[in-house]
């Protein structure tokens, strides 16, 4: 909780705090802080509403299901989508060979820096083709 909700929500430390605010000051601020509850009250009302009415439908679906037959597990059959098949990697495409090491790539993506210098040599990508 931040400081200033501690000194707000604690009666000694809020006192503490409005010690040297006017009167007229002080109303002013309890005028501004019920605005502020009566609009989280409105708030509170509206979201309960909202979930009332959520709620209804769902109740009604439910008994429209049970008129039917249907259950929520015969639902979970149905919406269950089977996972997507990953595909094979790419076979290489180029070769290298570099103390000894021989480095592939599928052409696919970025160039490794093998490659790159080679081909900044001079050479192209048809002399390292597999």
């Known amino acids: 909780m931040s400081e200033f909700l501690d000194i707000l929500t604690h009666g000694r430390r809020f006192k503490a705090a409005v010690k040297d605010l006017s009167v007229e000051d002080l109303k002013d601020v309890a005028v501004k802080l019920e605005k502020i509850i009566t609009e989280k009250e409105k708030q509170a009302e509206e979201e309960s509403a909202v979930m009332a009415e959520r709620n209804a439908k769902i109740e009604e679906i439910r008994q429209q299901m049970e008129a039917v037959g249907l259950s929520i597990d015969d ?9 997507p098949k990953k595909r094979a990697p790419r076979p290489p495409k180029y070769k290298i060979e570099v103390n000894g090491e021989t480095i592939t790539w599928t052409g ?13 040599k001079g050479r192209s990508l048809e002399d390292f083709l597999i």
């Open 75 to 83: 639902l979970g059959t149905v919406a269950a989508k089977p996972a």
């Open 108 to 120: 696919q993506g970025r160039t490794p820096t093998v490659f790159k210098n080679e081909l900044d």
